[in-house]
């Protein structure tokens, strides 16, 4: 390939690709946190977030990381997971488990979930979430994903060391950014979706609608929430439909004599 070829291939990619965050959660070995840089630059990526990593910076990260300082260096750490996907319009989660809470899942492959991180981050930010090394992702925090995602791997023994995980997630994602390239210029725009931080104000505007019409009781909640972001997650009202059910969620409390503000 000539350089001026290779230039206008991989141009596009770095725009395409730097709305991609990955999210590594609590990290326990701070050399984990290097690999996951190295792995991400190796495959054209740089926003790497964190969350309440237990040791960062540390020496082992930067030993790890090798060539790819610049993407520790500019890694950006937070006190929650909410704080990290507040302004993402699509959340995976990493995680073997197909049910939590007795609920089945919305699941990808590691090819979909490559697919669908790319065509959504022409839009907005999206996110690619791991767990902490020994336990994953914990149920609440798959709950805040529209998505779980594994990568298929020895029935017997399909168990992988993170950094391995985002290393083979991270080259589908690459890949399949070279097979999309050559498609998408004037394609037309995905439809628009809220961001997490739009769909919290409404999961919790949708629990105080319920309580105050004697829904949901307070003192025994049970599972109605749980059930109702799998619902909410599967469905991705966009945008547009996310405001009119705000709508109909005040009219509700109104009608109820309990109009809040649910700003």
């Given at each position: ?30 050399g984990n946190i290097g ?67 007795s609920f089945s899942r ?158």
């Amino acid at each position: 390939m000539s350089k001026r070829t290779a230039s206008s291939v991989i141009q596009p990619l770095v725009t395409m690709l730097q709305n991609i965050r990955i999210i590594l959660i609590n990290t326990f070995h701070p050399g984990n946190i290097g690999s996951a840089a190295r792995a991400m630059k190796t495959m054209g990526l740089s926003d790497l977030c964190l969350v309440t990593p237990q040791r960062f910076p540390a020496p082992e990260a930067d030993s790890m990381a090798a060539g790819a300082l610049d993407v520790l260096e500019n890694a950006r750490v937070f006190a929650s997971l909410d704080a990290a996907i507040a302004d993402c319009a699509l959340v995976i989660g990493t995680s073997a488990r197909t049910r939590t809470h007795s609920f089945s899942r919305p699941m990808l492959g590691a090819e979909a979930c490559a697919e669908k991180l790319l065509c959504e981050s022409r839009q907005s930010p999206v996110a690619l979430v791991f767990g902490q090394e020994t336990m994953g992702l914990t149920n609440s925090e798959l709950e805040k994903c529209h998505f779980h995602t594994s990568i298929d791997a020895n029935p017997e023994y399909p168990v992988l060391n993170v950094a391995s995980a985002i290393q083979i997630l991270c080259y589908e994602i690459f890949k399949a950014s070279l097979n999309k390239e050559n498609h998408w210029h004037g394609a037309t725009p995905e439809q628009e979706y809220p961001l997490n931080k739009e769909l919290e104000k409404f999961y919790e505007h949708l629990e105080t609608t319920l309580t105050d019409i004697d829904f949901i009781i307070q003192q025994h909640p049970g599972l109605v929430m749980t059930r109702l972001r799998r619902l909410f997650n599967r469905a991705r009202p966009e945008a547009k439909e996310l405001n009119m059910l705000r709508g109909i969620l005040g009219a509700a409390q109104k009608a109820s004599g309990k109009k809040r503000n649910n700003d």
